[in-house]
């Protein structure tokens, strides 16, 4: 699963939460194994991740909990 939004909460290697338009907040936790992405394409490091920065991130629902495993810078 995937989600587009803009972070406006953000703890390394912890969690994060995303505004994607929708109202309300979307919340997620980091899995043990993340990739983070530019937008190029290119593999980043996990510091130029941060707040009022707009992302997409791919993850997967375990025990209702949303878990990312890929980040994507967009902009």
Avoid: C, W
């Avoid at 406006?8 to 929708?22: A, K, N, Q």
């Avoid at 920065?53 to 967009?74: C, F, S």
């Amino acid at each position: 699963m995937e989600s587009t939004g803009t972070v406006t909460e953000y703890t390394p290697d912890s969690s994060l939460v995303l505004d994607s338009g929708s109202g309300e907040p979307v919340h997620f936790i980091f899995g043990r194994n993340v990739t983070y992405v530019g937008a190029d394409g290119q593999p980043v490091q996990a510091s130029g991740l941060r707040k009022n920065l707009r992302v997409r991130v791919h993850y997967l629902v375990v025990g209702g909990d949303k878990v990312i495993d890929k980040v994507t810078l967009t902009e």
